[in-house]
């Protein structure tokens, strides 16, 4: 995937990264593809995002999970152009569905932990995750990855709803023809 930054740790969804051509280099190689009878399939990271986020008090290891989040903060005066942080508090809060190892919802009392608050932010700020290792599939889904990766909100329609419209871009700008999605449990087909 070419977004500005390194496939897996995008910064701004709107630019390709200098690193990896133009436009107009991609636009060439596409149109040799397909002269060829060849697809262009891209990577699309849609879950995770740079590393510009810490949590407050964590700023320098790394931050357990907490199913009542942390506040997060920004780590430089750098900030992702398109989404933000929020500490408030959102005292109803719908969780997507999270799933354990067995391929089924978890349980009640894990999902009784969440009291149904979370932040109001664009991320999820739950802490983080090992980037090896056993980690709870419903934790994973939540946690910023490998401690390097700020993980999109997407259950949050209007994050979704703005990732799926900066695909639409790639796919217009660039003339691909699909995507290898990444995590698609956070993305739903439609």
């Given at each position: 995937?070419?977004?500005?930054?390194?496939?897996?740790?995008?910064?701004?969804?709107?630019?390709?990264?200098?690193?990896?051509?133009?436009?107009?280099?991609?636009?060439?190689?596409?149109?040799?593809?397909?002269?060829?009878?060849?697809?262009?399939?891209?990577?699309?990271?849609?879950?995770?995002?740079?590393?510009?986020?810490?949590?407050?008090?964590?700023?320098?290891?790394?931050?357990?999970?907490?199913?009542?989040?942390?506040?997060?903060?920004?780590?430089?005066?750098?900030r992702y152009h398109d989404f933000g942080?929020?500490?408030?508090?959102?005292?109803?809060?719908?969780?997507?569905?999270?799933?354990?190892?067995?391929?089924?919802?978890?349980?009640?009392?894990?999902?009784?932990?969440?009291?149904?608050?979370?932040?109001?932010?664009?991320?999820?700020?739950?802490?983080?995750?090992?980037?090896?290792?056993?980690?709870?599939?419903?934790?994973?889904?939540?946690?910023?990855?490998?401690?390097?990766?700020?993980?999109?909100?997407?259950?949050?329609?209007?994050?979704?709803?703005?990732?799926?419209?900066?695909?639409?871009?790639?796919?217009?700008?660039?003339?691909?023809?699909?995507?290898?999605?990444?995590?698609?449990?956070?993305?739903?087909?439609?």
């Amino acid at each position: 995937m070419p977004w500005a930054s390194d496939g897996f740790g995008p910064l701004d969804f709107t630019l390709l990264d200098a690193h990896h051509g133009t436009i107009d280099e991609w636009r060439q190689l596409i149109q040799e593809l397909h002269t060829r009878g060849m697809y262009a399939i891209m990577e699309n990271t849609i879950g995770t995002m740079g590393d510009l986020l810490a949590f407050e008090g964590w700023e320098n290891e790394t931050t357990p999970f907490n199913a009542h989040e942390y506040d997060a903060l920004w780590k430089s005066s750098r900030r992702y152009h398109d989404f933000g942080i929020s500490n408030d508090v959102l005292q109803d809060c719908e969780y997507p569905v999270f799933y354990g190892d067995d391929g089924f919802p978890v349980n009640a009392s894990i999902m009784a932990t969440f009291d149904n608050q979370c932040r109001k932010s664009d991320f999820d700020q739950y802490g983080d995750m090992k980037g090896v290792g056993y980690v709870p599939p419903y934790q994973s889904q939540l946690s910023k990855f490998a401690s390097v990766q700020d993980r999109l909100r997407l259950w949050k329609h209007d994050v979704l709803e703005k990732v799926k419209h900066f695909s639409c871009m790639q796919i217009a700008m660039l003339d691909i023809d699909g995507f290898r999605v990444d995590k698609l449990v956070n993305l739903q087909v439609g």
